[in-house]
């Protein structure tokens, strides 16, 4: 140590802290002896000799860091920030053998950026070292022997020695109280409050009391224990900044440390006139608390509460003049009013519990608590948690937030209240919250009643009938089917509508918070069964986003087990699984409940296969109504592997298992078209599409239904069989659809939605639209075209044969895409098709899928294989060969070839591809490289019977209306 670092002489420190606690931290240092103190914006200022900064290091609760100045000097550019730092006599604090690093902050016009500040810094103390002693010291960024601090500000720079190491608030203790999952606080901000109540001087009088409500990880109560007790915070830490500084006085701190140790000695023998009482009804939070106060090395008794229920019972006889109640909801998200709402009720509790005139402290986001407490704020100071702002505010128990008179007598608060039918008595924030409790006293009154005589046991409640209360309100029962818990339990869903911008933000915050504080009486439901649906803008993609792979290898029970706020619920004489709490919807759309069950009617009227195709299928519930029908073919495709999988739990759940049912993941629009290439179709459809879709999935592609629906629509229609049907449902309140063009390509489209709207969704008539779409009948006489869906171009302009629509009737009462009695395509196992196995799936018998007895009367007829029917004369022609070629008003492709028609041999005959092929099965007429005929189409039907490809209308005399 020099002369200039000697004990007597004074010295100039500067101690940080968080913003917001200058005025707590320089109250802090001059009880501790410091001189000169000066608050200043993120830091104090004091002075004092070395032993007065050691003291600070020791016992200072606030301080973050403690720093030793050792310069001001110029830094308008790195010159000058270089020259000052060099000058200074690097050689009497850093040894040789010790590490440095160096800690820049502020920045100016020529110093901008914090890391250039650092290596100039580092070259200046190193180029001093070198010159002085020969050598220079190492660079350690991690845990260096010294901490050199260089701060810019303007064009001034201070330059000084970290004191302190590790920032102060970690006190050396075992264990993190971010290890809880309670939102731990950190110490400072503990102690900050702690400050804030005058907590230091309740203990001068003995026997002090703490209530804490909210301790979480027990850094509150620790913090409160070591203060009563005279416990230095700084006790248990085993490194500090100055130890591998060459200026450190090691027989002054190890003095204080002996000190330290007399002083915590003395205290505990205090421990047993202290009473510490937490409140949180959060699991693990009893012994968060009790393990915060053994890593602190201090025994004392606690008392922990779990509901509001015991607070009277256990301040009964607790003294004003002793007495700080604390309350800490720091660790509640911003998005979270549910649970902001148990934690307000709960603070409320504690503070009517409070003797009049006992202090309150509250750490919280917003002025909503001080508005639930109608308490006269007698301090506070904001802060920032994390980049969120808060405020650290104390009152008076008792004294109402009318009271203008500041020398008045305390009063008891007048909070408000609304009395509900039963005489229970619940708090709000807005005193005209009584008249959302009375409508939906009412309307729930009615609601049971339409529900007991409909049998349906989730419907909704309550629907924006106020104004100012724009809310809707869902419940749900428990299914019949459910166990443990679950049984015979109640659910809400509390969904709120966005308020116009002329309403004030935090005047809606505080009825919604009075919502969730009445649905749950009045509607009987615990208020842990409350969950509130906040939705956001969200990005493309984002609907599917952290979604796992599937896991396709489960047993049964672990496949049907349910995940983590997910229940079972009854609806139309079907189970469905429900998720309350994991994600943004349901899984089950109540204002769909009568189109689902039209769904079920249509699959009973359906005639011949029953073939059901379920498009945007979110969790299949309508699969589940069409299969409840008797629908015995059912295709249910989705986007999300996620939906996919839950739909088919609830398929399992109501017994519709086996080959007969499949789910495929796909883009919904992309496969509509691919299948148009396919001989799969279906009898009836049933599409609800979002409104709107970027999903990153998708591509490039974005989906917009009023944009998009008419060529979707055209796309399903043409994968109707000759009387098929689809229910096309859409969300969009201001949906038109566009009936001109769905006219001119063949498509009628009614609209059945007044039909569709559930009772409990009378005032919102708009909550969805459902069509009912079909293909145009061909009029009475018109010819038949012989091609199929898919053709394009002039193929498919050849007459129907006569029997054509007797074979489309045989055909249509064949499962899609089989042959005879074998089995349809995709009939196999999920895992197997993701593994890429063929399978059943494109196996028919001992033959792949595409070789069937078609083959085998073309051989008979002496035609190869894909070759067309015979036209109106009778004769064979092969494929391609359209009534047109044989006007000759247009060659075949194979008479346009340079070296003549190419004759069909064996080789073109091979396997159709499967379904999930994801496009048009290869031409079956000279390889892959020979183009389509007549587009980009697959062949020809060899039935007959209309089109199945991307045409824009009906026929007329066997041509096709562009």
């Not at 949180?280 to 915060?292: E, K, L, Q, V």
């Not at 008392?303 to 003049?321: K, Q, R, T, V, Y």
């Not at 005032?763 to 293909?775: D, E, G, S, T």
């Amino acid at each position: 140590m020099t002369d200039t670092q000697a004990p007597s002489t004074t010295l100039e420190f500067f101690a940080t802290c968080p913003k917001g606690f200058e005025q707590l931290l320089a109250g802090e240092l001059a009880s501790l002896g410091a001189e000169g103190v000066r608050a200043l914006h993120g830091q104090v200022a004091f002075s004092g000799n070395l032993e007065t900064a050691y003291r600070a290091c020791l016992w200072s609760r606030i301080a973050s860091r403690i720093v030793l100045v050792l310069s001001h000097a110029a830094s308008a550019d790195a010159d000058e920030l270089y020259e000052g730092l060099y000058e200074l006599p690097w050689e009497n604090h850093i040894a040789l053998t010790s590490t440095f690093a160096v800690d820049a902050h502020g920045t100016n016009n020529e110093l901008r950026n914090t890391q250039f500040i650092a290596l100039r810094a580092k070259d200046a103390v190193c180029d001093r070292l070198q010159a002085k002693l020969g050598a220079r010291p190492s660079v350690e960024t991690r845990n260096p022997d010294v901490t050199i601090v260089v701060r810019v500000r303007n064009n001034r720079m201070t330059c000084g020695i970290d004191l302190s190491g590790d920032p102060l608030f970690r006190r050396g203790t075992s264990r993190r109280a971010a290890d809880d999952g309670l939102g731990g606080m950190r110490p400072d901000y503990a102690a900050a409050m702690l400050a804030a109540g005058a907590w230091h001087r309740l203990v001068r009088h003995g026997s002090p009391t703490l209530i804490a409500a909210f301790s979480g990880s027990g850094t509150l109560v620790s913090e409160a224990a070591g203060i009563a007790l005279d416990r230095a915070p700084g006790l248990l830490r085993s490194r500090w900044g100055f130890t591998g500084w060459l200026g450190h006085d090691e027989k002054a701190w190890d003095a204080l440390l002996e000190e330290a140790d007399e002083r915590a000695a003395h205290g505990a023998e205090k421990a047993g006139e202290l009473t510490l009482v937490t409140v949180d009804p959060r699991r693990g939070a009893a012994s968060a608390a009790s393990a915060a106060l053994r890593a602190s090395g201090i025994e004392a008794k606690l008392m922990h509460l779990s509901s509001a229920d015991e607070i009277a019972s256990a301040l009964a006889g607790a003294e004003a003049a002793r007495t700080l109640a604390t309350v800490d909801l720091s660790w509640l998200e911003p998005d979270e009013p549910a649970r902001e709402v148990a934690a307000i009720s709960l603070a409320t509790c504690v503070a009517d519990a409070l003797p009049a005139g006992a202090g309150i402290v509250a750490l919280a986001q917003g002025p909503t608590l001080g508005a639930a407490l109608s308490l006269e704020p007698t301090g506070s100071l904001e802060t920032f948690l994390g980049r969120d702002a808060a405020d650290i505010t104390t009152y008076e128990a008792g004294r109402a937030l009318a009271a203008s008179d500041a020398e008045a007598p305390a009063t008891p608060a007048a909070r408000a209240t609304v009395t509900l039918k039963d005489g229970t008595r619940v708090p709000v924030l807005v005193p005209q919250s009584d008249q959302f409790a009375a409508r939906l006293a009412k309307v729930a009154k009615l609601r049971a009643k339409w529900a007991r005589r409909e049998d349906v046991s989730c419907y909704r409640v309550y629907d924006a009938d106020l104004p100012d209360y724009a809310v809707a309100i869902d419940l749900y029962e428990a299914s019949e089917q459910s166990r443990g818990a679950d049984a015979h339990a109640r659910w809400l869903v509390v969904q709120e509508y966005a308020a116009p911008k002329d309403i004030d933000h935090e005047l809606a915050h505080r009825r919604l918070l009075d919502v969730l504080a009445i649905a749950p009486r009045v509607m009987g439901v615990d208020a842990g069964n409350v969950t509130l649906r906040v939705r956001r803008r969200a990005k493309g993609g984002s609907q599917y986003a952290n979604e796992g792979k599937a896991e396709e290898h489960r047993s049964r029970r672990d496949r049907l087990a349910l995940a983590p706020g997910a229940h079972l619920v009854d609806e139309g004489g079907l189970t469905f699984e429900v998720n309350l709490a994991e994600r943004l919807d349901t899984g089950l759309f109540l204002d769909h409940r009568d189109v689902r069950a039209r769904v079920r009617e249509m699959a009973k009227e359906t005639l011949g296969s029953k073939r059901f195709l379920n498009l945007f299928a979110y969790t299949g519930t309508a699969t589940c109504y069409a299969a409840d029908g008797g629908a015995k073919h059912t295709t249910t495709v989705d986007l999300s592997r996620t939906y996919l999988d839950w739909a088919e739990r609830n398929m399992e759940r109501n017994g519709f298992t086996g080959r007969d049912h499949e789910f495929v993941q796909a883009d919904v629009v992309r496969w509509v078209t691919e299948q148009r290439h396919t001989y799969n179709r279906w009898d009836l459809v049933f599409c609800d599409p979002p409104t709107f879709s970027n999903s990153k999935r998708m591509g490039r592609d974005v989906f917009d239904v009023q944009r998009d629906h008419a060529e979707l629509l055209i796309g399903i229609s043409r994968l109707l069989t000759a009387n098929g049907v689809c229910l096309f449902s859409c969300n969009l309140r201001g949906f038109e659809p566009d009936v001109e063009k769905l006219a001119r390509a063949g498509v009628q489209i009614a609209d059945v939605t007044e039909g569709t709207i559930p009772e409990d969704f009378k005032r919102n008539a708009k909550i969805h639209h459902v069509y009912l779409v079909k293909r145009t009948p061909r009029p009475e006489g018109a010819p038949t075209s012989a091609a199929p869906a898919c053709a394009q171009g002039s193929a498919g302009r050849t007459p129907a044969r006569p029997d054509s629509r007797a074979n489309e009737a045989r055909r249509d009462e064949r499962p899609y895409g089989s042959q005879g009695g074998r089995p349809r395509y995709g009939a196999g196992r999920r895992n197997d098709r993701d593994a890429g196995q063929r399978g059943p799936h494109g196996l028919r018998g001992d033959r792949p899928y595409g070789s069937d007895r078609r083959e085998e009367r073309n051989h008979s007829a002496g035609r190869p294989y894909g070759a067309g029917p015979h036209d109106s004369r009778g004769s064979a022609r092969p494929y391609g060969a359209g009534s047109r070629d044989a006007r000759g008003d247009r060659p075949r492709y194979d008479a346009a070839r340079p070296d003549g028609p190419r004759p069909h041999t064996a080789r073109s005959q091979g396997p159709m591809r499967p379904l999930m092929g994801n496009g048009p099965r290869p031409s079956q007429h000279g390889g892959a490289d020979r183009p389509r005929l007549q587009g980009n189409g697959p062949r020809p039907s060899q039935f007959g019977g209309g089109h199945r490809g991307r045409n824009d209308g009906p026929t007329e005399g066997g041509r096709t209306n562009r």
